[in-house]
């Protein structure tokens, strides 16, 4: 056999980009693929087709139906849709994000290259918030629009807030669905799995949790989505206690406060950050 | 000179009970190529997937230059360039998108890029699709592709499952003309395939491989000589370019020294049971040159390793 008994030299590797740079270039590609495969201008349309409907039932029943001051005209509008846009976002860009490698067969273009697993997962998972930041960014801009028209251009200053919020949130969507993602290996199952969470069952377990149960449902991710509305209502709600029920009892009316909320969305997106990154790098390309 | 390597250092992988590798130890170091053989199932594509990462060991280690794959993937792979199990590009990309996201994840300078993308592009002939969109591709232009993309950055070590999967004929030939123009520019290829004729044509050296263990690694003449060699028989197929009669082949051929026995495969064609050196292989082709039999090829040697293959996996059975 080869007879190596000469000690060679080291192989002089190739300068690599570093980890930082090859997100870059995931993001860079992730996004154009978006682009070419129009998944980003579906769900443009989609949110197009939602702000007409708002547009158009403002237009036609007249703006006083639904608020008398700027900030009840963005609560209708935005406290109303944002929670419903920012899912579909996740929903899109993150409900395959990565079983559609594994089921497509895609990542193994990419996997075998010298990149960290944690990059392409990062890389995407960047794509994915950008492409929903410029959607929610036209979803804002004709909502905004709309409100300069009627109530003119001193926007209230919750409105900033809640802009903020509905970005937090997002941020806490992409990385859950992501999470998902990586626990699947087929890209349907996973984006309808995350559609049925999102759309359903996180509100239903809400309801029943709070009312039935009596519980203050802090563990669930639309709960704490709950500050991004709450904050375009002057005062801002708080948990009540109500005399109701056949016997009289007191119930709970649970409502979520800022700090509250920020710390179920900061939470949701951390730990799912950390345990997709876990998954994706564990996971194999059998 | 700067000398490729990998290793599998008690390489093993087990799917459950099931034992996909077990221990494998194997050095491959040098600018060669390496035909890695086994029948379906016996781990070949399981062996390259410990080598890129894909998948993890159950035990012991996979060594590219040195560097476990596992605990520095990014430092281990830096100079390795992969086909594993035909890897898919999002449908929405052209080629030349694909091949740039490939350049700039290693970091190849920009001013190289284009140049370099066209090259390795039109090396698997498909310069004219390269700003179509992969999508519409066949599964044989999608593979060519792919070696493109493995190509791409002048790996020095190349890790191929079966690229020849899919092609045509000629593309099949393309890859072996690929493989051989690279074992001359300092390139450690090791390569999975089916195809014998494809490995004695161009590996220097096999891996022969079933359920899991590892059987033989070594020069190519050793394994086909040390298996069907010695007291075995080499077998060669011989094309004519007229018919022959069978009195000729009972009578003239199966005499010659060294022929153990000869049948007529077609009409233009023979097959000889040989056993002898390479010295005695020269004069049989010149005795049957002598017969004027209308000799116009003698191939003896893919069959040679085709028996050898046979030989040593039946053994394991
Ligand atoms: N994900 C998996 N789960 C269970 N067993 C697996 C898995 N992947 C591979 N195997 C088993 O491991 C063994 C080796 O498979 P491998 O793909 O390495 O074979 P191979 O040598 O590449 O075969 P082929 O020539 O058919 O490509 C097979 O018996 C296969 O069934
Ligand atoms: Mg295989």
Known sequence: MSSSSLKADPVVLPNLPSSIAQIGVMTKYELLNYFRSRRFFILLIIDLIISSIFTALVAYYGVSSFATAALGFYSFWWGNS??????????????????????????YFLVGNPLRRSSIYVGKWIAALTASLIILAIYAAIAIGNGIYYFGANLPYQFGESLIFSVLYLIAVLGFTFFFSSLFKSSSMSILVTAILFLFAFSLIQVIVSTLAQVEPWFIITYGSGI?????????????????GFRGDTSRVFAVSIPEGIAILVGYFVVTAVLGLLFFERKEFT | MSSPSIEAVNLSKRYGSFSALSNLNLKIEGSKCVGFLGPNGAGKTTTLKLFTDMIRASEGKALINGISVHENKKKALASVGSLIESPEIYPSLTPRDALSMVAEIRGMPRSDRKKKIEEVVAEVKMEEWLDKKVGKFSKGMKQR??????????????LLDEPSTGLD???????????????????LIFMSSHLLNEVSEICDEVAMIDHGKLLVYDKL????SRFSGDGGEIIIDVGLSRDIDDQTISRSISSLSGVVSAEKLEMKSLRI?????????????????ALKIGLVSFHPSSSALEDTYLNMIKATL
């Open chain 1, 82 to 107: 944002i929670t419903l846009v920012v899912i579909l976002s996740g929903i899109f860009f993150g409900g395959d994000a990565i079983s559609g490698e594994f089921q497509n067969k895609t990542g």
């Open chain 1, 228 to 244: 991004i509305g709450n904050v375009l209502t002057d005062p801002y709600p708080t948990t009540q206690t109500v005399r109701g």
């Open chain 2, 145 to 158: 592709i792919n070696i493109s993309a493995a190509l791409l950055s002048e790996p020095e070590i190349l």
């Open chain 2, 169 to 187: 004929p000629r593309g099949m030939s393309e890859v072996r003309e690929i493989v051989k123009s690279l074992k001359h520019k300092n390139r």
């Open chain 2, 221 to 224: 003449n050793n394994v086909v």
């Open chain 2, 273 to 289: 049971k040989f056993s002898g050196t390479l010295e005695n292989q020269e004069k049989l082709l010149s005795d049957l040159v």
